[in-house]
């Protein structure tokens, strides 16, 4: 598994806050740089070039002419950092419940009839053959033939590819659909390293290396996965923090059952209290 995937699971809050700084810093100099001269906050020496100042590490607005400057300043601008690290912070955690709360983004439609897909996963399936999603009503309707008799369904409903006859035939179609970046194929591929299905041998690392991947090709239940393993120790180290962040992931992209996580592990945080 990736270093830079644990790197981001455990981006902290001061993270946040300094990107939330930077995003406002950013806003309020969009300026023509020609017109603007650059000074001290200590010393008041005009500077020639940004690129030549220290900035405050904490709230980024504050530049010094050098590090003398702006240890000698700091006492003077503490109070100001510290309020600005404040509302940076409330800012932040607004930004972050809007973007968690906000209406899930809608399911596509059925490709065979064209209605709104279940939400639930128990109410579609996922075909390796053509990479297609299809509503379980699809899915176990009956086929008939030019007679009107029902006929054999062992086919995919969209298609009429047959089944897969053998664990090396799953195995070929789950590759062949990943070299396309088909993200439902990686996460199913994930979930058989994980359980040790269809001919693969169970490896949970196999398995987090891929649901990362399909998470970042747009398949929000991947990171749902992701959170449980890390919450529940399953193939890794309990990390609840870290399990925690991965349902947020996945609930940002409308993952329902993330959502329901998170608010279990509300309950269960305030049960404590």
Sequence with gaps: MS????????????????????????MSTAYDKDMVVL???????????DDNMNTCNKCKLVKYCNAACKKK?????????EEHIRLA????????????????????????CFLRMPTLASGRRYYNCCGKVICSGCCYAPVYDDQGNEVDNQKCPYCRTPWPSSDEEVVRRY??????????????????YRDGDDGYRQDYDKALELWH?????????????????????????????????????????GDATARNNLQEVEEAQKAKT
């Design 73 to 81: 300043h700091r006492h003077k601008h503490k109070k100001d950092c």
């Design 39 to 49: 000074v001290c906050a200590n010393c008041g020496k005009e500077v020639s070039s």
């Design 3 to 26: 270093n830079s995937c644990n790197d981001s699971a455990s981006k902290s809050n001061n993270d946040d806050v300094c990107d939330v700084n930077e995003m406002l810093n950013n």
């Design 213 to 253: 991947r399909a998470g970042e090709l747009g398949y929000a239940k991947a990171y749902n996965d992701i959170g449980f393993a890390y919450y529940n120790g399953r193939g890794v180290e309990v990390d609840e923090n870290r399990g925690t962040f991965y349902w947020e992931l996945s609930a940002m992209g």
């Design 89 to 112: 912070s409330e800012h932040a955690a607004r930004l972050h419940d809007i973007e968690l709360f906000k209406q899930p983004p809608p399911k596509e439609d059925c490709p065979i």
């Design 175 to 192: 590759k062949n659909r990943m070299k396309l970046n088909d993200a439902y194929a990686t996460y199913d591929l994930g979930c058989c």
